[in-house]
């Protein structure tokens, strides 16, 4: 069975606090430490672990970003994928989630994938847009928040995570499984893993191997556009108090302002 | 005013659920608000809708909608996206309206803007706030004159109260496609006991060292119940034996992003911030004021946790009363 996980490489959430260029209205990726997005390291792993289960199966990672995304690749071979593909283009900068939904949908087509992991969504965007729009652009079933996975012959079984508990859910294959973050255990790097990964096959593809225009993608192709970016009212700086018999009024009243009651 | 804004209402049990409702009435606020109800139940809630802002409602009472996940909605309003052209397609984001959405977009090559807290449709046209990290704001636009998708945070409006509004019904006469008909719901099984589970809880309280003994615990517990979120752990109290491995959270554990996150007596090593620092607000009480979980904090409370969270939750509990 021919395996896809899908990657992205984010300003690490660790150490950075992510910032948007009020020029290019784009996330500031420079001076930033970049890193495989955390989320996605979860779901490397249960692809890993169904690649392994199912047996006589590649894992192949696929992302789209800059050349410096191979380093977030290489972490998904390191970690235990068969092989990866960046798909990279000066073109894709600006590009919207439905354009990278479709540009990765056409590397996913012409490569004949039968599964294809996502994360429910990044860490750095947060739009969960992608994986449906993969789905929908090569007109198969989505199965999303997986929390455990069984392929049954053609078919792909899951437990999928909803408020009041879970749902099991089934479709034909090929179909695009979103994992619900932290439902399976993280695989790390061995230093063998490492080693290894520098041997296992890395390619990158430029737009027009995939037989896409620029002019559909990046700024060109997006059908959003930010206005203004401005400084949220009252949350620029933590507020700091000390609890002088008052704290939970205080902590409620902070509640009650950002309509989280 | 000449918007026409469209909300798909999602039921459950029979009823629609309160983020439908939310979102109905600010559809209300922009201009002509109207409902897509789908479903077995959706014949019988129709007519209520008027009072929530809807001025007309589309259904459709079909049970393939409850059997069948995303495709059979995605095609129905596809279709009824050929047949009118409203303003804007307005959705609370929730498990299943999202993924809805994604596919809506693609299917007919629609704009649309996620997470956001508010939106106006003026003269110069539609301008949506998403909150960006804690210190920013963005406003955005879509830039096609047709209809978008905006998909709004949960609790970002409350429901209102159109008191004898009633909606005009249209029975949307159409078949589900069999290719609709492929992602299938085999059971649906509730897990009433332990509320949501902590990695996808909207509301997670966690508690570290400062709590002093695992007997405190429950103040976190009464607490994340109170909010309707989940109770998690620092490292230190799991590898204390206070709890089992599945209420950690860190980077050994599980990692969270909810709205919501009150640390309480957790100092924030590095390990426990990764599995939370995505979450949007986060609220930290603890007696030292130099630990580091002050720094991530957009409400940092210097204090004994084990004597305010009780009090805390006795105060929610007024406050929602």
């Given at each position: 069975?021919?395996?896809?996980?899908?990657?992205?490489?984010?300003?690490?959430?660790?150490?950075?606090?992510?910032?948007?260029?009020?020029?290019?209205?784009?996330?500031?990726?420079?001076?930033?430490?970049?890193?495989?997005?955390?989320?996605?390291?979860?779901?490397?792993?249960a692809a890993i672990k169904l690649r392994d289960k199912v047996g006589n199966s590649e894992l192949v990672a696929v992302s789209m970003g800059p050349a410096s995304a191979q380093e977030a690749m290489r972490r998904a071979l390191a970690m235990g994928a068969d092989r990866a593909i960046l798909i990279s283009d000066p073109a894709l900068a600006g590009s919207d989630a439905g354009t990278t939904a479709r540009v990765l949908a056409a590397l996913l087509k012409k490569e004949g994938a039968d599964v294809?992991?996502?994360?429910?969504?990044?860490?750095?965007?947060?739009?969960?847009?992608?994986?449906g729009g993969i789905a929908e652009v090569m007109g198969i079933p989505q199965l999303t928040f997986a929390r455990e996975i069984n392929i049954e012959g053609q078919k792909a079984v899951i437990k999928r995570v909803i408020p009041k508990g879970y749902q099991t859910i089934e479709s034909s294959l090929p179909a695009v499984i979103t994992i619900a973050s932290g439902s399976f255990e993280a695989i790390y790097p061995t230093m063998k893993g490492i080693m290894g990964a520098k041997r296992k096959p890395y390619s990158q593809v430029s737009l027009a191997d995939l037989g896409l225009e620029a002019s559909q993608v990046g700024e060109a192709g997006a059908r959003e556009q930010v206005l203004?970016?401005?400084?949220?009212?009252a949350r620029a700086a933590g507020q700091i108090i000390k609890d002088d018999g008052n704290a939970a009024q205080q902590i409620a009243e902070f509640l009650q302002r950002y309509q989280l009651l | 005013m000449a918007n026409t804004i469209w909300v798909l209402v999602e039921l459950e049990g029979g009823a629609p659920v309160r983020s439908s409702l939310e979102v109905l009435g600010k559809a209300a606020r922009l201009g002509r608000a109207e409902a897509i109800v789908l479903g077995s139940g959706a014949a019988e809630v129709a007519p209520t809708l008027g009072e929530y802002g809807a001025e007309k409602v589309y259904v459709h009472a079909d049970a393939a909608y409850d059997q069948?996940?995303?495709?059979?909605?995605?095609?129905?309003?596809?279709?009824?996206?050929?047949e009118h052209q409203p303003t804007l397609l307005l959705l609370p984001t929730t498990y299943d309206l999202r993924d809805i959405a994604a596919r809506l977009s693609m299917r007919n090559g629609m704009g649309l803007i996620t997470d956001a807290t508010d939106l106006t449709i003026g003269d110069d046209g539609l301008k949506v706030t998403v909150p960006w990290g804690g210190e920013t704001v963005v406003t955005a636009t879509l830039t096609q004159q047709r209809p978008g998708i905006v998909l709004t945070r949960p609790k970002a409006f409350s429901v209102e109260q159109y008191a004898g509004r009633t909606a005009e019904i249209e029975n949307i006469n159409t078949t589900i496609s069999a290719e609709s008909q492929t992602i299938r719901v085999i059971e649906t099984v509730e897990v009433k006991s332990e509320g949501p589970a902590l990695e996808d809880a909207a509301v997670v309280v966690s508690g570290g060292r400062?709590?002093?003994?695992?007997?405190?615990?429950?103040?976190?517990?009464?607490?994340?119940?109170?909010?309707?979120?989940?109770p998690g752990a620092t490292r230190a109290i799991v590898d204390?034996?206070?709890?089992?491995?599945?209420?950690?959270?860190?980077?050994?554990?599980?990692?969270?992003?909810?709205?919501?996150?009150?640390?309480?007596?957790?100092?924030?090593?590095?390990?426990?911030?990764?599995g939370m620092k995505g979450s949007k607000y986060i609220i930290a009480i603890n007696k030292d004021e130099h630990a580091p979980i002050f720094a991530n904090a957009d409400l940092g409370v210097i204090g004994d946790a084990v004597s305010i969270l009780p009090q805390l939750s006795t105060e929610i509990k007024r406050r929602k009363a």
């Open positions: 069975m021919k395996m896809f996980v899908c990657i992205k490489q984010v300003p690490d959430p660790n150490t950075t606090v992510s910032k948007l260029d009020p020029n290019t209205k784009r996330l500031v990726r420079n001076g930033v430490s970049l890193v495989l997005d955390p989320g996605d390291e979860s779901t490397i792993s294809i992991f996502c994360s429910t969504e990044s860490t750095d965007g947060y739009t969960g847009m992608v994986p203004s970016i401005g400084t949220a009212e | 069948y996940l995303t495709l059979p909605a995605v095609e129905t309003v596809s279709k009824l996206f050929a400062g709590l002093g003994k695992a007997e405190n615990f429950h103040y976190v517990e009464e607490l994340a119940e109170i909010l309707g979120g989940a204390a034996g206070w709890l089992p491995y599945s209420y950690q959270i860190g980077q050994t554990g599980k990692t969270v992003k909810p709205t919501l996150y009150i640390a309480a007596g957790i100092s924030g090593a590095i390990q426990h911030l990764a």
